[in-house]
């Protein structure tokens, strides 16, 4: 059973192109999340997906950002215009229909904008 | 703002002894508590959690406590080990909305 499932492991990026991180769930889990870490911090919620739907968007930053996880295929999230601040690791968990509870983290993501 | 925090942001212990590490939350609405283990360029890893109808639960070498009356989270890991030598992260949840909120973490250094 395959954990949660994120690509690239590792993203480079020049300043003002478009960044995107894949994140396939656990099987069985219909529940998205993505959350955002830089450096000696801990990770700052960004968004809450279900098939097709935005659940939470409370943390994502206005401009430039944007999630999705369709019927079929993986969850994207994505960055456009990147700038140097964007640089940090980007962890996508998944949990069961019944919410939060079994959260599963991936192994996350690192952009590294240049 | 974070509601949860930690307050050491270090902590160092000998192999064989017991560690306890601590976490303070600050909101009352929050129901559902999680500990995570987090080492070098990997994601966090579940170690441990309790929801706010419980005061301790046990796991393997790890317990954790829950103070409602003071907003206080403890981990405690018996006989550490070098391999817990990691940062480690409380969060915590509120009526299972999806959400976590994370404090910034304490490192624990095993020294052999």
């Known amino acids: 059973n395959a954990g949660v499932m994120q690509n690239p492991r590792h993203l480079v990026r020049r300043r003002g192109q478009e960044a995107r991180l894949r994140c396939s769930p656990m099987?069985?889990?219909?529940?998205v999340y993505w959350y955002r870490q830089l450096p000696e911090e801990g990770l700052k919620f960004m968004v809450y997906?279900?098939?097709?739907?935005?659940?939470?968007e409370s943390g994502m930053p206005k401009e430039r950002f944007s999630a999705e996880f369709p019927k079929e295929g993986p969850s994207i999230l994505r960055i456009q215009q990147v700038v140097r601040g964007d640089s940090a690791a980007y962890f996508c968990?998944?949990?069961?229909?019944?919410?939060?509870?079994?959260?599963?983290f991936g192994s996350g993501t690192r952009l590294t904008v240049v | 703002g974070e509601s949860v925090g930690l307050h050491l942001p270090t902590l160092s212990v000998q192999e064989g002894d017991n560690s306890i590490i601590n976490c303070a939350y600050s909101?009352?609405?929050?129901?559902?508590f999680i500990w995570y283990k987090q080492e070098s360029g990997k994601g966090p890893q579940f170690i441990i959690d309790?929801?706010?109808?419980?005061d301790k639960r046990q796991g393997q070498r790890v317990t954790v406590l829950l103070n409602k009356t003071v907003k206080h989270l403890s981990l405690q890991i018996a006989a550490t080990q070098p391999g817990d030598s990691a940062v480690y992260f409380c969060a915590e949840n509120m009526a299972n909305t999806g959400k976590l909120i994370f404090g910034q973490g304490t490192t624990l250094q095993v020294k052999p």
């Open positions: 997906l279900q098939k097709e739907n935005i659940i939470d």
């Open positions: 309790i929801r706010s109808n419980m």
């Open positions: 968990a998944s949990s069961p229909p019944q919410g939060s509870y079994g959260y599963t």
């Open positions: 909101n009352s609405a929050s129901d559902y």
């Open positions: 099987k069985g889990h219909s529940h």
